[in-house]
């Protein structure tokens, strides 16, 4: 009984350390001089590991590292003034080598599913890791969000950092050589602009994005279901029993995943097996970024505004969180604890040719824009 009540005392005040290191952190972002600063974060296989952080004129912070050019933290101010971050995630390299479900990263070279782990391009059968049942996710074993990325600052007036990555020709059963360039830009107006870029040597499919976890409240003690959310999509791909889209394109209108006006996440819910994991197709005519999302929570004041080129939305309402990883203010992550809102190309579309292509060609530059901006209602 004395050694269970030791290792509840201690881990007591190991949470309380957690909690009053991460409001230290929260606290002093409001003092911080606009720009990149630069932390040691640790090491994989021998390769540093770096934590930059970026910092604008209203105090807003952005932090990202090298390892999975994973964005660990989004903080900012809420209706009353409190800081705090509304992206889940660690203040050491250790949570994420733990291999959390891409908490904040970079994932390719193939964004979402591709069904039974395979595809077929000039006549060519490639096979790639099934790490998601029969499926392919999010790049393989070892995609874009667990390798370390050249990072290079490039201007810390307005906080500019970019990394870049080579995928050598055969990585995880992808052919051709990538080049993949990230820029990370934080403005004064609070927008977090993530562009990617990139270019191969044979014809390849790539689609990438961040897979940030986002509870606006800054509290995973809050469910993300009382947020509401509008999606400018008249249409969706739905799914198969393993998330595979059918090919079909479906209306939302009378279902549940109709968010073309603002509703609460958990309305809904209940009605949708699992919970929602399903691509939205947006209402764009062309490929400019436009405003295609808006995610609200009343009880901070705070509003996401979503950004993109792409003409698709990945909404993942954190199924499959139970509570294994804790947030860096030691809170257990729970089911609908956080949110995804994952710009992309559609799952599956190597095997749908129906669906817009996300073959890249030599000779042709990939480009894909996202802005995620923080907006506050006093």
Same mark, same amino acid.
């Given at each position: ?12 005040i190991l949470s309380a350390v =957690? ?30 590991? %770096? ?27 809420d209706k009353n003034g409190n ?33 039974? =782990? ?34 290079t600052v490039m201007n810390d ?30 403005? &004064? ?20 994005? &961040? ?14 279901? &009382? ?138 530059? %990939? ?12």
């Open positions: 009984m004395k050694s269970i009540s030791f290792i509840l005392s201690a881990a007591l =957690a909690c009053n290191n991460a409001t230290k952190t929260e606290e002093s972002s409001a003092s911080a001089k606009p720009g990149i600063t630069k932390a040691d974060w640790g090491a994989v296989d021998s390769n540093k590991v %770096y934590l930059y952080t970026l910092t604008n004129s209203k105090g807003t912070v952005v932090t990202i590292s090298n390892y999975g050019g994973t964005v660990t933290s989004f903080v900012t101010a800081r705090s971050s509304v992206i889940i995630g660690f203040d050491s390299l250790s949570g994420y080598l733990a291999h959390p479900p891409y908490f904040g990263a970079i994932v390719g070279r193939y964004g979402n599913r591709i069904g039974d =782990a395979k595809f077929t391009l000039d006549g060519k059968q490639y096979k790639l890791a099934a790490n998601n049942g029969k499926n392919s996710l999010h790049g393989g074993l070892k995609g874009f969000d667990k390798v370390i990325w050249t990072p007036t307005v906080p500019m950092l970019m990394l870049t990555y080579f995928s050598k020709d055969g990585e995880e059963g992808y052919p051709g050589n990538l080049k993949v360039m990230v820029h990370y830009t934080l403005t &004064n107006d609070d927008e977090l602009k993530i562009e990617y870029t990139a270019t191969t040597d044979k014809a390849t499919p790539v689609n990438l994005t &961040n897979h940030s976890y986002f509870n606006l409240t800054g509290d995973v003690s809050n469910t993300i279901l &009382n947020h509401t959310l509008m999606i400018d999509a008249d249409n969706y791909t739905p799914v198969d029993t393993t998330l595979i889209p059918t090919g079909e394109i479906k209306s939302v209108k009378g279902t549940a995943f109709d968010f073309t006006t603002a509703k609460a996440i958990g309305k809904d819910i209940d009605s949708v097996k699992g919970g929602y994991d399903h691509n939205f197709v947006l209402n764009k005519k062309d490929n400019s970024s436009q405003k295609v999302a808006v995610l609200s929570d009343s009880t901070s004041g705070r509003i996401l505004e979503v950004y993109t080129t792409e003409p698709g939305l990945q909404f993942y309402t954190g199924n499959f969180l139970d509570g294994t990883f804790r947030n860096r203010d030691g809170k257990p992550i729970n089911q609908h604890t956080a949110l995804c809102m994952e710009t992309q190309h559609f799952p599956d579309s190597p095997n749908k040719p129906s669906f817009p292509s996300t073959i890249l060609q030599p000779g042709q530059e %990939y480009h894909s824009e996202t802005v995620y901006k923080v907006v506050v209602n006093k």
